[in-house]
């Protein structure tokens, strides 16, 4: 029985691309761009699907399974909802089916070579490789911007193989800075990862020359029975009398990992010098993001003249080398394993920033800052959900004194310098909640104040 076309494809599937969490825009003039067919037996077919809408490419998996098979008697009782149906195949997202799930994982071990023009090339890059049985896998449902399956081994083994929906040319830093990293005790430990490469014309993704190749898969060591620093710390701040009480050391200690994750990028990625196109470009994305933050939010602009002086005075000192960072470093990208410790995760950066931007270099301080909001954030979560605003406030505070403690000391030129980088994050954030959450704008609002407050 004969494959349906791409087209067949995109326009089955159509109605469940557009709502997913992973679909970025609210544009729906979905087209092929590209396929290639993993497997295809009696059982039924894999097809890794690139699907375009406006400039954006995503890469969908897809699992078809003749009519035959999936309906009537002998069929598979426990087998997820469609996404899409043709005349001859039900079709299911193959990262929530047994054969999807299967073949994803064997990616690592694979390579899989095109067989017409509009076909590309998806080859496994194994750092230890996956020989065991899959004893069972299940889909987590409470992802965004990318898809996840959790795996058990035969021998007992736990990993997570990550697809990045969105299909963006180059490394992609959640697979590179962790291979980096790999062996350090920091982050979860690397399996490998799978990247596609094409053939001009086959995919019209946006790329600059030469880079006709895109991480799409990364699988690793599955934490088991950890908790994310967002959880731990929100369960701490329902029952705080303001003081941090057992958890000063953990804090300490998440402020020396962040410490010791510079130190060891610096090590693989050597910095370079702040120079002044460099600067000024930093600077530039600070002051647009506060132009922007202030026109949602007039109340601020009381302070503008407060947010100017801050970026300004960061602006003039001598500021550090500019390294290989994080970049979307906070209490939810970190977890808690009981007797290990604390691990980072999640190195991807901000899914809606350029990839030039979230592969190169950047200040060490923004992750520290990224972290010191976050703090801050888990404090006005709990004012919310009806704490005591003296208590949780006076808590964030003693964390990130905590914190920063863990991390070592700062001189005086980079305690300004953070709080720009503070400030920016906040004013970020202001514009997020204006747009996404209204009824949390204030938790920003008063950040940006209290920031303030402490600028000299």
């Known amino acids: 029985m004969p494959l349906p076309s791409s087209h067949e494809l995109v326009q089955a599937i159509a109605n469940w691309m557009g709502p997913a969490r992973w679909h970025l825009g609210e544009a729906t003039d979905f087209t092929p761009d590209g396929y290639t ?18 400039e954006t490419n995503y890469n969908v998996p897809l699992v078809l399974i003749p009519r035959s098979n999936a309906e009537g008697p002998g069929a598979d009782s426990d087998a997820p909802t469609p996404v899409g149906n043709t005349a001859e195949y039900k079709i299911f997202d193959a990262a929530e089916h047994q054969l999807g799930q299967r073949t994803l994982l064997g990616l690592l071990n694979a390579t899989i070579t095109p067989k017409s023009p509009e076909t590309f090339t998806l080859t496994g890059a194994p750092l230890h490789p996956v020989h065991a049985g899959i004893r069972s896998a299940h889909k987590l449902t409470s992802e965004q911007s990318n898809t996840s399956v959790i795996y058990e081994l035969d021998d007992s083994t736990k990993l997570i ?28 430990a690397q399996r490998g990862s799978v990247s596609l490469a ?3 014309p086959s995919l019209k993704v946006c790329e600059a020359p030469g880079r006709r190749r895109a991480d799409v898969v990364v699988v690793q060591e599955f934490l088991d029975g950890a908790k994310d620093a967002w959880q731990v710390m929100q369960a701490h701040l329902s029952e705080t009398d303001g003081t941090l009480g057992t958890t000063e050391e953990s804090i300490r200690a998440l402020g020396d990992l962040t410490r010791r994750i510079h130190m060891e990028l610096a090590t693989a990625f050597p910095p370079i010098p702040a120079s002044q196109f460099r600067r000024a470009a930093i600077e530039s994305s600070w002051r ?32 550090p080398d500019l390294q290989r960072i994080h970049g979307d470093y906070h209490l939810g990208q970190v977890l808690e394993v009981p ?19 979230r592969t190169g270099v950047d200040l060490a301080l923004r992750d520290v800052a990224g972290m010191l909001r976050s703090f801050d954030y888990a404090a006005g979560a709990a004012e919310l959900a009806g704490g005591d605003a003296r208590a949780v406030h006076a808590w964030a505070q003693a964390a990130e004194e905590a914190f920063l403690a863990g991390y070592g000391e700062l001189d005086a030129d980079q305690g300004m310098l953070l709080r720009a980088l503070m400030i920016d994050k906040a004013l970020y954030e202001v514009a997020y909640e204006a747009a996404e959450r209204p009824s949390w704008l204030r938790v920003p609002v008063s950040g940006v104040e209290r920031i303030l407050s402490h600028v000299s």
């Open 37 to 54: 067919t993993l497997y295809s037996g009696k059982e039924g077919a894999i097809i890794w699907l690139a699907v375009r809408d406006g």
């Open 161 to 188: 193989l990550k697809i990045f929906r969105v299909l963006v040319p180059g490394h992609n830093p959640d697979v590179e800075l962790q291979q980096a990293l790999d062996g350090t005790g920091s982050v979860p």
């Open 198 to 200: 094409w053939d001009q």
């Open 288 to 319: 647009a993001r506060g132009r922007h933050a202030l026109n949602l939010v007039p109340s601020l602009r009381a302070h503008e003249a407060a947010i100017d002086e801050a970026f300004s005075a960061a602006a003039a000192l001598p500021w």
């Open 339 to 357: 007797g290990r410790g604390w691990f980072a995760l999640d190195f991807e950066g901000e899914p809606l920033r350029p990839m030039e931007e």
